[in-house]
DNA sequence: AATGAATGAGGATTCATTCAT
DNA sequence: GATGAATGAATCCTCATTCAT
């Protein structure tokens, strides 16, 4: 059998087992006898438990974003794009839980190089809802010099949302990814066209801020 | 020294573990020797790894929830409350950091006993948020009947993003709790109003070209 | 509480639990508990779980001495003493369950120096019983000749026997003390006459002798 | 080195430390390193302290039964066979003290699982030795209605003494198997030989005095 | 006379990882 | 290309034992 293969086969098994056991309690084992191999051959492809599991969050990483480019066709309005964009991401996620599981709960769960790797991706996708909404906002004609960074702390909203929806739909029976996706642009398309629009909600001068907790404090770090 | 003082200690030393290195990774031995105890006491006291680590969820989770309650000063506004709300809840998770991480990161990551904990605290904010809502939509006279459980879907959604960025904010330096608090007011808040006014997205219904339609029509969901 | 109650109270808790849970598997603390008392009290008392152990083998083994010399009064004819001294013995070992069981079962399985403890309180029961078997056959003009050591090692094996019918005793219920010695008189006694008159079985000149084992050998040591 | 062979000699450093400290004395560690493994390499083979020490039961159960079996030669007549066996047996248990030492000392004493592995094969020699004893009445052409409940009590004495010889055989220097053997025939067989001649003993009535009586009265089982 | 507080030492068990073949 | 055999290093947990009061 090709090595390619049976790499596959093994990021396949290692992808299930880190996805439902967690990195730390997944064993070596347990992954090798998944992928019907030896414990030596995965070593042999794969180095070690650290190089196999970044390894995992690559490819999942990878098909994520491109299921995701893939379903938001660019000849298509800002709203559209964004709307098929969520629903091939929520399929995705849906369809490959285990995936999903290692890049948003394990990843960032077990050591800042992992967290790196998904970090990553995430910032690709954030950039590309960053566009989507500066896109959305010139074809309505509306305030092109609304500020980049303004737009960003939006889009990562957008996506921490998108992301939460996501554990949500995976946790929960029967929702499919046109209702989340559906939840997602209600809740948050009409905002941001009201916010393009330069309707902001304004903070109260001040006086609101919650006091300093009293008691145990622990620093900020 | 008394054993309520040992215990807070011990439970302040486990939480900054387990919020740093992750609930497997993070060994007794590492706990029982930030806490400056050995480790037969932290046995003693508190039972075992996994009774420690619930300890840690709960008081964590009860020092957050009151937090936000405490931010939300009744007698405001909706909007008020729930900006303020964010602002407490911004500012705990800012001020601790490994807390937040056990309860956000942790807790959902290992076992479902501990996601139970983590779960039940959330429905509490969730509930919360909810009141919020409906409590906006009076004061500004729209549709009292608004269907509940849609509410308490936005309330997730709310809830969900909230978190996301907490998490952001936690890894991104020079983020403000009022900052995140603003950006999620702007994000969600002027959506929910139009929302509440019967202004839906509507999802293509395959090709279609969608945009904000007045007047209610038939949500996905 | 005078300390001699207390230390009774002790002992009467380290012996239930020594005999049910073994030696080693007790532990002080359950001792402790289950005397009423703290686990620093025990130390000041008894000094350490081996001393303590020791203390529950001579209690023990001192009462279960004294009830047997109590049962065969010296004034009734051997059998009859033996009869008396028997039951006594059963009656004592089903009475006392958790000392029967530190004395045959734990004291001889954890260490030396707690085996030699029941070894003298053994070898004093074997003495007595090697004087009845003499006085028996006395009583019955037989050869008063008889070699000592052969005699010791009859009485051996009458202990021996007793001491498995009462484990077997202990473990099965609705079997009394009288008739346990019945059992082992009936077994033993005639023989024993048998015995005293010269009739002893031979055994065969040799040629029975098993063959030394093929395979696995473990040296004598 | 084969699997098998590594295994062997694991059991044979476990039966030796099993047998010196005792079930619960004795550390994995010590095991391991007797056996020359590591211990993981213990644990990958037997699994468990328990199950090891459960193997260790089997192995010598089995070994000491086959040695029982094959001295006593069927072709023979019943005494012979019978001293015949009980010399195999002494044999084995002072060729193999510590084998005896798990079976007759540590499996009795620590938990109902290991005691009830023992409980199989004494009672495979019971049955063995029962059978022998109404041989020998045939032999005899002594009653052959005598009561197989009460031989079997006889055989469960005569066993609990020949175990008790063994134990005081190991602990004795100087005693061969030829001896205790002889002594146990002697102790054991005119009585038995008496018993099925239906000469009893008869406990007094209460204050009688006792004697060996002819014929037939009601044993006190 | 009695105890709450505390620990050093050790034991069972698991796991990532590597040879020799 | 593939594996059976093997282990160093931790990890969770328990227990006998001791102070300071």
């Not at 290692?14 to 992928?35: K, N």
């Not at 974003?65 to 964004?82: N, S």
């Not at 599981?101 to 992992?114: K, N």
């Not at 998904?118 to 950039?127: D, F, G, K, N, T």
């Amino acid at each position: 059998m090709p090595r390619a293969v049976r790499e596959q086969q093994m990021l396949d098994a290692a992808v299930r087992t880190f996805g439902q056991r967690g990195y730390m309690a997944a064993s070596m084992d347990e992954i090798a006898e998944l992928a019907g191999v030896s414990k030596p051959l995965v070593y042999l492809y794969l180095n070690s438990k650290e190089d196999l599991f970044t390894a995992c969050i690559r490819r999942e990483a990878r098909a994520l974003t491109e299921a995701v480019r893939a379903g938001a066709r660019p000849e298509l309005p800002a709203d559209r794009q964004l709307w098929s964009g969520l629903t091939a991401f929520f399929t995705h996620t849906a369809r490959h839980p285990d995936g999903w599981a290692v890049l948003h709960l394990q990843a960032r769960t077990h050591g800042e190089v992992f967290a790196g790797e998904v970090a990553a991706m995430r910032a690709e996708i954030v950039a590309f809802v960053t566009q989507l909404i500066l896109a959305a906002a010139r074809e309505a004609h509306r305030d092109p010099d609304f500020p980049e960074r303004e737009v960003s702390g939006l889009a990562e909203a957008l996506v921490g949302a998108a992301e939460s929806l996501a554990d949500w739909a995976n946790a929960t029976s029967g929702v499919t990814a046109r209702q989340s996706a559906a939840t997602l642009m209600n809740f948050a398309w009409a905002g941001l066209g009201d916010l393009m629009a330069g309707r902001h909600w304004s903070p109260p001068e001040d006086g609101d801020a919650p006091g300093v907790q009293a008691g145990r404090t622990s620093p900020v770090r």
